[in-house]
């Protein structure tokens, strides 16, 4: 899709999204066949999207809104102004390639897919599966994708009426298994987690590496895992290539070079020269090697930095100088010298390709993670591609593929440990984590904290801060839960506990 | 939109639309009220990737989503989108 860029003020914007549709005049030639124009307010992020319905030269009128007081030159017909999540440049592409440099009333391409659903996967089964599945949901029960295949053996052996009676006996059967109503689940899924929990701190601590790269596995990745932290203590992600890239060595490591994150730090030295005012880069060959940086990358990276002068420069170092001579501003500059990106995606500290043996195909592992931008590179399968940055993926992917992700992960973690753990427990652990549509954590500040009674929240933790808040606000405990009940001394609320008797004088029921 | 297709990644399950005049007997089916049920925010990466479809989705709108289950081969679930926006 060809579309324009163009930088407005966020005014303009607004008056634009109150009036559409309307005419709009810029000071611009523009050809008349753009649907959709980007508009950036600062030069970084574009974040209002007009639809046009087509241009018109200019003419002097009262009815068109003028872009600023300079001769106008085309006038766009607006249907609609929206804002819209800020997109960087970098997912605009002029003739295949990645754009450097903003420039005003560009005209450039912007890749897109339509969105299309995904094919439903009951759809995928084979037809005499569906049938069998489909038998059973008649008589309104689900059975396994698995049992149905089984059953599809013995269908073509019996008559229709035994074969009903077949599905009917094993609908007893599954519902004999089923768990009963009021049944305590979260405390089965908690001491059947914790107990092989405890076998963990024994036998493992800390690490487990796939070569250089250290992964935190065990008790420790369980903890963060449920506690949902914003940034596990080792991000890492697996990258896979697009089908037709993956066993191309050359591409691959044009992939890694593409993906690793390399500043200024790590192939230089930073040397403060303070009665010069002055700042030396000393690039290391030796780590520029490694890194596959040349000098001219480092010198390209300096130039898009405001507010300093290359002041000399060769192959052995590189002077510069901030255009404000002050102490303050060498040191600022300094520090922003450190983490100044040379080439790579933010966040990914290191990559490392692998062959995977059976399948001989190359798969990229990194240290840090940044899954929107790897998402973006064009030769990354994105549909494969994941994190263990679970807060991430609730942000780039949804709840739901944070809920899965909760899910793989313990599973991954407690079977790497040789430890077996019913899946239907982590699958409560996950449904119940994500139940509020964004990934919250299991203690005090998540699920625990957040229950309705007063007296369930107290007994937990910091017991005096729930009391007086409830007694302030005059929260009232209908005393339907567990804790709640043993407080006071009732019967608890589980099993034949939950069930209450209802005398009906009349003698009818209902 | 970027060149990427959030339903298309192999962690995002099914989202499906349950149309309004389905709704009732999604709740009924299911014994529940409708505020009750588990909720997805209207900021999700997957309901504006319906929305590219479907057009606007309100709150309030159901939504079925069909997941691979490692027991049951696949199995339903719903979700209430909320206008609550997480950050």
């Known amino acids: 899709m060809t579309v324009i860029l163009f930088k407005d003020t966020k005014k303009n914007m607004e008056t634009l999204k109150k009036k559409a549709p ?31 319905t087509g241009t018109q030269e200019f003419k002097p009128s009262d009815e068109i809104i003028l872009k600023n007081k300079n001769e106008m030159k085309t006038v766009l017909l607006v249907d609609s102004s929206q804002l819209i999540d800020p997109m960087p440049l970098s997912q605009f592409r002029k003739k295949g390639k990645k754009i450097q440099e903003f420039a005003d009333f560009d005209i450039v391409e912007l890749p897109t897919i339509k969105i299309e659903e995904k094919p439903a996967y009951r759809d995928t089964l084979p037809q005499d599966v569906r049938d069998v599945l489909e038998i059973a949901s008649k008589k309104k029960m689900g ?5 149905a295949e089984k059953l599809v053996k013995y269908r073509k052996d019996l008559s229709p009426e035994k074969f009903e009676e077949l599905i009917d006996r094993i609908g007893d059967d599954l519902k004999k298994k089923s768990i009963d109503p009021h049944e305590a689940v979260g405390i089965i899924a908690a001491q059947s987690i914790g107990e092989p929990g405890t076998q963990m701190t024994m036998r493992t601590f800390h690490f487990a590496g796939v070569r250089e790269m250290n992964v935190t596995l065990g008790l420790p990745r369980l903890i963060e895992i449920v506690d949902a932290r914003r940034i596990p203590s080792t991000p890492s992600m697996t990258v896979y290539l697009k089908p037709e890239f993956e066993e191309n060595e050359e591409v691959v490591m044009k992939v890694v070079k593409e993906l690793e994150n390399t500043t200024i730090l790590d192939v230089a030295s930073i ?13 290391e060959p030796s780590r520029m090697k490694e890194r596959l940086v040349n000098t001219q990358d480092l010198i390209d990276a300096l130039a898009k930095m405001k507010g300093i002068t290359i002041m000399n420069q060769d ?35 290191r990559a490392i390709a692998r062959i995977d ?10 240290q840090g993670s940044n899954l929107r931008e790897v998402l973006e590179v064009d030769e990354v399968d994105a549909n494969r591609t994941y994190t263990n940055d679970i807060i991430e993926i609730s942000t780039v992917l949804g709840v739901e593929a944070a809920r899965n992700a909760i899910f793989n992960e313990a599973l991954r973690t407690l079977s790497e440990q040789g430890l077996e753990v019913d899946k239907r427990h982590l699958m409560l652990v996950a449904d119940m984590m994500t139940f509020g549509g964004s990934v919250r954590a299991v203690g ?13 929240r107290a007994a937990f933790e910091i017991t005096t801060k729930h009391l007086l ?3 302030l606000l005059g929260e009232v405990d209908p005393l339907t839960g567990v804790a709640e009940n043993i407080i006071v001394g009732q019967p608890i609320t589980l099993g034949t506990g939950a069930v209450n008797l209802v005398y009906r004088p009349s003698g009818k029921s209902q | 939109m970027g060149k990427f297709n959030v339903l298309q990644h192999d962690l995002v399950p099914e989202h499906h639309v349950v149309p309004k005049s389905e709704e009732d007997k999604v709740l009924k089916e299911l014994e529940i009220a409708k505020d009750l049920l588990p909720k997805i925010s209207r900021s999700d990466p997957a309901i504006k990737a319906l929305e590219e479809i479907h057009g606007p989705l309100d709150t309030g709108t159901i939504i079925r989503i069909v997941r691979r289950s490692p027991t049951m081969g696949y199995s339903t679930y719903y979700r209430v989108i909320t206008s609550e926006v997480f950050k």
């Open chain 1, 22 to 52: 309307c005419k709009y005049a810029v000071d611009a030639e523009i050809s008349a066949d753009i649907t959709d124009a980007y508009i950036t307010t600062d030069k970084k992020f574009f974040t209002y999207r007009l639809r046009l």
């Open chain 1, 143 to 147: 059975i396994p994708v698995s049992i």
């Open chain 1, 271 to 283: 040397i403060t020269d303070i009665q010069q005012m002055t700042l030396a880069i000393k690039p």
């Open chain 1, 315 to 349: 192959d052995s170092e590189i002077i510069l100088k901030p255009q404000q001579e002050s102490y303050k501003r060498l040191y600022q500059v300094q520090e922003n010298l450190k983490t100044t990106t040379i080439k790579g995606i933010q966040g990914i500290k």
């Open chain 1, 357 to 366: 043996p059976p399948t001989k195909k190359w798969i990229l592992y990194t």
């Open chain 1, 444 to 456: 005090r500040q998540g699920i625990s904290g957040r229950k309705s009674s007063v007296l369930a």
């Open chain 1, 469 to 471: 808040r409830a007694g």
